[in-house]
């Protein structure tokens, strides 16, 4: 099964930053679009950032200037650097697999790593 498996999380206070990651299991990235998703508690998934397979990212806007996608092909890892950290920031954190970013239709999702963002 192909799938995701994403890392870093954890509990921060307001102000900090974080670096989440992510990597594949059982597949390569390189060809991919790959997205970063968010689902706050009660609320519906949200995506994001994305990077596409040239490197151009995008971001919503309640993130931009904040989060910073990155990928690295050599180690097969996508990372998502968050400065900043807000309380509306605390979710569990998804990546998933696109043929390009403005997709609906992403894949190979894993099991999230929680952000919690208190003071």
């Known amino acids: 099964q192909l799938q995701f498996v994403e890392s870093g999380g954890g509990l921060v206070q307001p102000g900090r930053s974080l670096r989440l990651s992510c990597a594949p299991s059982?597949?390569?990235?390189?060809?991919?679009?790959i997205g970063w998703f968010r689902q706050a508690p009660g609320k519906e998934r949200e995506k994001v950032s994305c990077?596409?397979?040239?490197?151009?990212?995008y971001y919503t806007d309640s993130v931009k200037g904040r989060f910073t996608i990155s990928r690295d092909n050599a180690k097969n890892t996508v990372y998502l650097q968050i400065s900043g950290l807000k309380p509306e920031d605390t979710g569990v954190y998804y990546c998933?697999?696109?043929?390009?970013?403005?997709?609906?239709?992403?894949?190979?999702w894993g099991q999230g790593t929680q952000v919690t963002v208190s003071s």
């Open positions: 998933a697999v696109a043929r390009a970013c403005p997709s609906s239709e992403y894949n190979a």
């Open positions: 059982g597949f390569t990235l390189e060809r991919y679009a």
């Open positions: 990077i596409e397979q040239d490197d151009s990212a």
